[in-house]
Nanobody
């Protein structure tokens, strides 16, 4: 059974830092890409970042490029999202997701974590 468990959300000040984690189980990690999406109140779920587990190649939305870093630990079966210099507009529920292929829209992703709320505010 595929399981994704996201954690690490909370309140962070603009310009601060926060690291999200997503513990995964039930599938071969090196086969599938893993992604982070987010959904702000009243908005659609949007792509944030993705990583190909085997090669480590990363992909980012323009809105977070050079501020956020996606990474993974094969030994710990964990996906991370390091959020540096967050802005109030980064406030959202953040979800980790696994799909069969890399995609920038949420539709192709079959498995989702439960979401963790990030609030950026002073």
């Amino acid at each position: 059974e595929v399981q994704l468990q996201a954690s690490g959300g909370g309140l962070v000040q603009p310009g601060g830092s926060l690291r999200l984690a997503c513990t995964a189980s039930g599938f071969a990690f090196e086969v599938y890409p893993m992604s982070w999406f987010r959904q702000a109140p009243g908005k659609e779920r949007e792509f944030v970042a993705a990583i190909r587990w085997g090669t480590g190649r990363t992909y980012y939305a323009d809105s977070v490029k050079d501020r956020f870093t996606i990474s993974r630990s094969t030994a710990e079966n964990t996906l991370y999202l390091q959020m540096n210099s967050p802005k109030p507009e980064d406030t959202a529920v953040y979800y980790c997701a696994r799909g069969s292929e890399l995609a920038y829209a949420p539709g192709p992703y079959k498995y989702w974590g439960q979401g963790t709320l990030v609030t950026v505010s002073s």
